[in-house]
C-alpha cells in the first residue's frame, strides 16, 4: 500500500465533514484530518454571514471547478464573479500589481519576492499569477461578504452538512459519530 511508504504524520484533507470521513481516513493510515469547509460552516467562523447563507442555499451543486481561481485545481462557490474569473483567464500584468500590493500588506519585499517566484520556475510563476489576482476577490467574499465581487473557495462537502454549530459541538460530535462507526465495523468483522 503507497501509505505504507511515507515515513511521516500526515493529515488527509479534501471532503471531510463527519465522524465516517474521519474512521476512513484513519483506516488508510492517516493521523488525522483536515476539514476546511466544515470549520468555515461555524459560529466562530470568520466567514461574513452572507457566504455561510449562500454556501447553505446552493450546497454542492453550486460549485466551481478550475485552476483558474489560484492557479490549482480547486473549487469555488458559483457566482458572478467566480464565473467572470473562469471567462478571463490570466492578466500577467494585473498579478505584479496586485502581487505588489499583497507585498506592501503583509510588509514583505517585492523584489525579494518576485525574484523568488521567477527562480521557482515558469509553473510556479503561473500559480502565483493566479493567487495574486484572486486575492481581492477572495478577501471580499470572506470577510466583506460582496456577492459581487467575491470569490470563495469551498468543497463539495458543503452539501453534507446544513448546520452552524460551535467548533467545540462540531468537534465533539464528529469524534463519537467515528466511535460509533468503528464500533460499528468492529462489530461487522467479528461477524
Do not use: C, W
Not at 465533514?17 to 469547509?37: C, W
Not at 449562500?54 to 489560484?70: C, N, P, V
Not at 468537534?171 to 460499528?184: L, S
Amino acid at each position: 500500500m503507497p501509505l505504507d511508504i511515507v515515513k511521516i504524520p500526515f493529515t488527509a484533507a479534501g471532503g471531510f465533514a463527519d465522524g465516517r470521513g474521519l474512521v476512513a481516513a484513519l483506516a488508510l493510515g492517516a493521523e488525522g484530518i483536515a476539514m476546511g469547509t466544515r470549520f468555515m460552516m461555524t459560529q466562530e467562523s470568520p466567514l461574513h454571514e452572507n457566504y455561510k447563507q449562500l454556501s447553505r442555499e446552493k450546497g454542492a451543486y453550486g460549485i466551481l471547478y478550475s485552476d483558474r481561481f489560484d492557479g490549482l485545481p480547486s473549487r469555488a462557490m458559483k457566482m458572478e464573479a467566480s464565473i467572470r474569473q473562469l471567462k478571463r483567464g490570466l492578466n500577467v500584468s494585473m498579478a505584479f500589481i496586485n502581487a505588489a500590493d499583497i507585498t506592501r500588506k503583509f510588509h514583505l519585499p517585492y523584489g525579494k519576492m518576485l525574484i523568488r517566484a521567477i527562480a521557482s520556475g515558469f509553473q510556479k510563476v503561473i500559480i502565483l499569477a493566479y493567487t495574486a489576482n484572486s486575492f481581492k476577490d477572495v478577501y471580499a467574499a470572506i470577510l466583506k461578504g460582496d456577492v459581487k465581487r467575491g470569490i470563495l473557495p469551498l468543497g463539495q462537502v458543503v452539501g453534507l452538512f446544513n448546520d452552524m454549530p460551535i467548533v467545540d459541538e462540531l468537534i465533539q460530535r464528529i469524534v463519537m459519530e467515528a466511535e460509533e462507526v468503528a464500533q460499528k465495523i468492529g462489530v461487522k468483522l467479528k461477524q
